[in-house]
């Protein structure tokens, strides 16, 4: 049974048949029951490996409008191609909003048809048309200056609407620059350099039942004030008759010696003692591989190179 498994791994389990009552051949004389290799049934997992929680929010009715009163934080959270969307999208309609302000005021003024007469000074020289009014706003928005467009001191209006200019773009800039920055700045990546082992197991050390499970750093760069918690997501039952479908129960991995605090720069065991205290004290080997329940990791930590805070979220599962 273990070669099967090492040949075929964690996805298949190993059933024990008989010839009776099924269609297989009869078995011969000394030959054993019949091993046959069944798929196991995937189990939905409430975080998978890669740290993401498998919820989804319902019923939500009016409570999405929450969404947009924080507005930036929304958008921090939104994926890459969205964020790109959104970014020239707003640009886009800013820039053609503000050139239409400049062209509107050189039709009223009638700028557009006296551009070439020699006396006369109109509002921004130069702009004969929306195109032109475009590449204004660019200049001015830009800070380029190239010397040939410019506003004149004859238009009041054009002077409000260039203070205007210059207080909306600073406020799209921050709003849009900074929400980039964040974005970017996010250590999700630092967690593909973060390695947990694929199974926790179980077994004595010190003379004492414990589940233990390794996790590494694979960057040279260290991380600052490093802690670690696991915490228990199992379905139950209280004596009043609830039902709690995710009750979430802390497992001591050091807490009260401080084996918790990680000095990240080689691969640790981290440990859980199955004692009196623990949720698994009441458990064997064949109610814990029948059980549903699902371990999760959190590591936290301060990296070292950007003075992020960082968290990782991975699953554990136990090897018996």
């Known amino acids: 049974m273990s070669a099967l498994r090492r040949k ?71 994926k ?60 001015t928005e830009a800070t380029i200056g190239y010397g040939y467009r410019y506003i004149t001191d004859k238009c009041p209006e054009g002077i409000i609407l260039f203070l205007f200019q210059s207080i909306l773009g600073s406020i799209v800039d921050a709003f849009l620059i900074g929400c980039m920055f964040i974005k970017m700045s996010q250590p999700k990546k630092r967690a593909e350099t973060l390695m947990f082992s694929e199974h926790a197991v179980i077994s004595m050390r010190d003379g004492k039942l414990t589940l233990m499970f390794r996790v590494g750093n694979l960057r040279n760069s260290h991380m600052v004030s490093a802690q670690i918690r696991c915490k228990l997501l199992k379905s139950r039952q209280t004596p009043e008759g609830e039902f709690l479908p995710l009750d979430q129960l802390e497992l001591d991995v050091g807490f009260s010696t401080g084996a918790d605090q990680l000095f990240l720069v080689s691969p640790l065991t981290i440990c859980h003692v199955i004692d009196a205290k623990s949720p698994f004290y009441d458990l064997s080997q064949r109610s814990m591989q029948s059980e549903q329940f699902e371990i999760v990791v959190i590591l936290e930590g301060i990296v070292e190179t950007t003075g992020l805070l960082y968290g990782k979220l991975t699953p554990i599962y136990i090897w018996i």
């Open 80 to 139: 890459w191609r969205w964020n790109l969307f959104i970014f020239i999208l707003t640009y886009t309609v800013a820039w053609l909003f503000m050139a239409s302000m400049w062209w509107v005021i050189a039709y009223t003024r009638g700028d557009l048809n006296k551009a070439h007469v020699g006396n006369y000074t109109p509002c921004v020289a130069n702009v004969y048309n929306f195109p032109s009014a475009f590449l204004f706003f660019i200049e």
């Open 8 to 78: 075929f791994g964690d996805d298949y389990q190993v059933v024990t048949t008989s010839s009776s009552g099924s269609g297989l051949q009869p078995q011969g004389p000394g030959q054993g029951p019949q091993q046959q290799l069944v798929p196991k049934k995937k189990r939905q997992r409430f975080v998978d490996k890669n740290g993401r929680c498998n919820v989804q929010h319902g019923n939500l009715g009016s409570e999405t409008s929450r969404y947009l009163s924080d507005l930036f934080t929304t958008l921090v959270d939104l």
